[in-house]
């Protein structure tokens, strides 16, 4: 069944839809941003875009990312907590949207080479719409 893209006038109840902030490095989330590249766009508005993941680890798999170019969590400033904040909010309707709220789901962000964030521009991944296991492996 096919969604339409919310944007933050319909999401607070408000109007215009709003412009969105450019992105000043090139990534592959910039372009799906700036709809340069196709993506199943789940919401968009001046601080945030959801889609989701073109190779899904779960039935549900949608990626959250600031408009806002940020490389890694590390460099988060004062700046990009409205943005930040907006992340899990629209990932708390996305999850009712999706039917997953009630059993639950899981939100990732990787940071840097040794947490394995694959694309340098800050992202959460909501998984859910099966367990999703153990958060890590357990070593012996």
């Keep these: 069944m096919a969604k339409s893209v919310m944007n933050s006038a319909q999401y607070n109840g408000k109007q215009p839809e709003p412009e969105i902030i450019p992105v000043i490095e090139e990534t592959i989330f910039s372009k799906i941003i700036r709809k340069e590249l196709p993506s ?8 945030v875009t959801a889609f ?7 039935p549900t798999h949608v990626l959250i990312v600031p408009n806002r170019h940020i490389t890694t969590v590390d460099d988060i400033t004062a700046e990009d907590e409205a943005a930040m904040g907006r992340m899990f909010t629209v990932a708390r309707k996305i999850a009712r949207d999706e039917g997953i709220n009630e059993d639950g789901y899981r939100l990732i962000i990787n940071c840097g080479e040794h947490g394995r964030q694959e694309v340098p521009h800050i992202h959460m991944h909501m998984l859910g719409g099966v367990d999703v296991g153990p958060m890590l492996s357990r070593k012996g």
Excluded at 40 to 47: N, T
Excluded at 52 to 58: S, V
């Design 52 to 58: 989701r993941d073109i190779n899904p680890l779960r």
């Design 40 to 47: 199943s766009m789940l919401y968009q508005d001046e601080l």
